[in-house]
């Protein structure tokens, strides 16, 4: 069974920065899309970005400008980046990814933005 781990969460102060990263457990191949996700108290679960095994990402509105995700084929590692970090940024954020038409999801890394 692949299990995806993230790595990267923490506390960090409003206007600070952060980046995360992903990566299966063992050796795979047919990695394709890969993503994050992420989940607050009491709300959904929303997207935060998604990139494709070529490298084309795709970001909401709401994301644009201050998360940038990226990859790293060679090592299967899907990574996020965020800086200016606001208080509602705080949740847990997931790694996703399809290998084949199956989907995975990491256990989640807590970011927290506090002062």
């Known amino acids: 069974q692949v299990q995806f781990v993230e790595s990267g969460g923490g506390l960090v102060q409003p206007g600070g920065s952060l980046s995360l990263s992903c990566a299966p457990s063992?050796?795979?191949?047919?990695?394709?899309?890969m993503g994050w996700y992420r989940q607050a108290p009491g709300k959904q679960r929303e997207l935060v970005a998604t990139?494709?095994?070529?490298?084309?990402?795709n970001y909401p509105d709401s994301m644009k400008n201050r998360f940038t995700i990226s990859r790293d084929n060679a090592k299967n590692t899907v990574y996020l980046q965020m800086n200016g970090l606001k208080p509602e940024d705080t949740a847990v954020y997931y790694c996703?990814?399809?290998?084949?038409?199956?989907?995975?999801w990491g256990q989640g890394t807590q970011v927290t933005v506090s002062s």
């Open positions: 996703n990814a399809w290998i084949g038409t199956l989907n995975y």
């Open positions: 063992g050796s795979i191949s047919s990695l394709n899309t």
């Open positions: 990139i494709t095994r070529s490298g084309f990402t």
